[in-house]
């Protein structure tokens, strides 16, 4: 996985409440390959009409915003579905950060198993950097190191378990982590079976 | 040294953790894993691994997500949906895993499967692809949903490094209205708590409502968990628990059952317990809520009105209901019993076991829809149960298309969809823009309520109905 550090790049406004993992990937693209790519279904449905073609204003495709890998939104973004594809879709369309007051708890869980920072920040926050970006402002930083976001003349403090914090700043992989303990599985399989033995279901 | 007093939540983790790390984080032992057509993704990350499955013996596939409800003649159906569910066939295969495909008398959605089968069990921890898997926590198992890489970790480990989470219990005393169902009672505990407010807890539902609810109920309870944003919901195992169990294929058997049933028993949290947060509801005071907007918590009695957003404080929240009422095609202070529906669906892991039918079926005995709609059983078993009950009857003389089990229109991933900005009564679990469709618009509702609302064309107090018919 790749590590995060520090990240600087074009930030984009998503002044929206509750941006669902329905949103961010409808269920129809879900049939294809992951190998095709699915940046280009991110929020398909906010961003592009019946026909296709781009909705007006939505903020992810406006000129200034081309090539954005930080968004910033409002509370409860990822809620719903664990479709892992939502995080798919964000990834592969380059964003590397998503700054929001709370996520729903399995897209964080999703976007930590693929190197996408989930950075909490308080709700004032998160309305000030929503309202520098609605001003103009286009760039940010994120750094992992000391959990801050700068956008302009804003520097605001942003919260991540310590856990994923590691896990995200060495890109480590769990399962790796996890076969190594193959033993401890071992010793607590074998004790299990006496402690539980209706854990293990019958044979219809 | 006296033991601390434990939660029902604690007692179920404890028990599963095979390390412990210095952080925080468990790693935690998986009981049952289901897996479905959406989770190739997880199979190919194995592949890719070129690694075994840990444990096809905990391991259960079902087809739910893109089965067809109208034919079960897979050559006429569209072949991408056909080609999904022909991966999870020919993974489950290739790594000797059970499968309940839709030739199979028990197929149905995972989340009324796991149950019926006794595959799902008090005191276990069970996982799924599918966020609904809180459902099964109405046993009392520690039931959540995951991503595709913890599904791939599971398939090769069949643990999960987790941190544990809160705890938040959430008492709800009294006796419900008639006319008032369990969904009403999760609808009203999603209000209470905001779609984010239980986000990293685990739920535990108690008090003498939750206790008074059959097995149906606690598991519609559970599902919608998720939709207050825990992690998982949980009720103590009990007589009603145990009752449900005894005698289904997977559960254990004879004098097994029953010693079993002892270690249940004693799952249920000590006296002085603690939990991190503590909530109630008053049961009595729940009346039938409905939707109104994009999200499970938009909920309102069916006696309100649709809020006004110059009248709500929070620019955000202001905001949140604009947008909403414009994607609903709906304005602020309209009745909600004003509000006409095109279509109304009954089904989906949230409610479209026996009892749901029954509740539906009660209202519609006798009357005529006047849209059209699908009715979608949870299972195979519930659809025999329903038509040796006749039911479907009651379903068909009504005008609604009664056919097989599956997640249906919940999601559409089956090609059961709404028509772009058509307005639905529907007994699922999110009313998330396009969630049945692109441009689709859901009203969140109990079985009874959406049958009401079959009846009338418009969302209707079914107490009203209800005196109508004397």
């Known amino acids: ?49 019946e026909t296709g073609a781009p909705r007006p204003g939505f903020p992810l495709d406006a000129p200034q915003r081309a090539g954005a890998s930080i968004l910033v939104t409002r509370r409860n973004f990822g809620a719903g579905s664990s479709r892992e594809a939502a995080v798919y879709a964000l990834v592969d369309f380059g964003v590397r950060c998503v700054v929001a007051p709370s996520f729903g708890d399995i897209f964080a869980q999703n976007a930590v198993n693929n190197g996408l920072l989930p950075a909490r920040v308080s709700e004032a ?61 071992a010793a607590f399989v074998a004790a299990d079976r006496t402690r539980r033995p209706w854990a293990i279901p019958q044979r219809p | 040294m006296i033991a601390e007093p434990r939660t029902l939540f604690d007692k179920v983790w404890d028990a599963h953790v095979v390390a412990a790390r210095e952080d925080g984080l468990d790693l935690i032992w998986i009981d049952r894993h289901f897996v479905h057509e959406g989770s190739f993704h997880a199979f190919d990350k194995l592949a890719a691994r070129g690694a075994a499955l840990a444990r096809p013996d905990l391991t259960f596939g079902v087809e739910d997500h893109y089965v067809p409800t109208r034919t079960r003649a897979l050559d006429r159906i569209d072949p991408a949906i056909r080609r999904m569910m022909e991966q999870l066939r020919a993974n489950t295969q290739r790594h000797g895993v059970r499968l309940f495909d839709i030739d199979d008398p028990a197929q149905g959605i995972v989340h009324v499967v796991g149950p019926e089968q006794g595959l799902t069990l008090p005191g276990l921890s ?19 949903g995951i991503g595709a890489s913890d599904v791939a970790h599971v398939l090769e480990t069949q643990t999960l490094w987790q941190k544990r989470p809160k705890r938040l219990r959430m008492t709800i005393d009294g006796a419900l209205a008639p006319g008032v169902s369990a969904k009403d009672v999760a609808l009203a505990v999603i209000a209470a708590l905001g779609s984010d407010g239980a986000a990293g807890h685990a739920i535990e539902f108690a008090g003498s409502t939750v206790r008074a609810l059959s097995m149906e109920g606690r598991l519609t309870l559970c599902n919608l968990a998720i939709e207050a944003g825990a992690r998982c919901g949980m009720i103590a195992p009990d007589e009603t628990t145990f009752a449900f169990l005894r005698g289904r294929p997977c559960a254990p058997r004879g004098a097994d059952f029953d010693r079993a049933c002892d270690d249940w028993r004693a799952l249920a949290g000590d006296d002085g317990a603690v939990f991190d947060r503590e ?19 938009d909920a309102l009695p069916i006696d309100a009105t649709t809020p006004d957003p110059d009248r709500v404080a929070d620019p955000a929240r202001a905001a949140h209901v604009r947008a909403a009422l414009d994607y609903m095609g709906l304005t602020p202070g309209q009745r909600l019993q004003d509000i006409r529906i095109d279509r109304v669906f009954i089904g989906s892991c949230t409610n479209a076991r026996i009892e749901d039918l029954r509740a539906a079926a009660a209202v519609l005995q006798g009357r005529r829809a006047v849209v059209p709609g699908l009715v979608s059983p949870g299972s195979g078993a519930v659809k025999r149960q329903a038509e040796a009950e006749g039911l479907d009857r009651v379903f068909r003389d009504a005008g609604l298309d009664w056919v097989g089990a599956g997640c249906s229109m919940c999601v559409g991933m089956n090609g059961d969809l709404l028509a772009p900005g058509e307005r639905c009564a529907s007994t699922t679990n999110r009313n998330f823009r396009g969630r049945q469709g692109p441009g689709s618009r859901t009203h969140l509702m109990s079985p009874a309520m959406a049958a009401a609302a079959a009846v009338t064309g418009r969302l209707t107090d079914l107490r009203a109905l209800k005196r109508e018919r004397g």
């Open chain 2, 126 to 144: 069970i996982v799924c692809g599918d966020s609904h898997t809180a459902t099964h926590g109405a046993f009392g198992a520690l039931a959540f």
């Open chain 1, 1 to 49: 996985m790749r590590p995060f550090t520090i990240h600087e790049g074009v930030a984009c406004p998503l002044p929206l409440t509750g941006v669902d993992t329905d949103q961010l990937i409808p269920a129809r693209f879900m049939k294809r390959s992951r190998a095709e790519g699915y940046g280009g279904y991110l929020l398909h449905d906010l961003r592009f009409d």
């Open chain 2, 279 to 297: 909530a109630r509801l008053d049961a009595a005071a729940i009346a039938p809520i409905v939707t109104w907007g994009v999200n499970p918590e």
């Open chain 1, 125 to 185: 926050d998160a309305e000030r950097l929503i309202a520098a970006l609605l001003a103009g402002e286009t760039r940010a930083r994120v750094d992992l190191e000391t959990c801050r976001v700068a956008l302009g003349a804003l520097d605001v403090a942003f919260a991540i378990d310590p856990v994923w914090r590691a896990r995200l700043l060495n890109g480590w992989e769990d399962v790796d982590l996890t076969l190594s303990r193959a033993a401890e599985i």
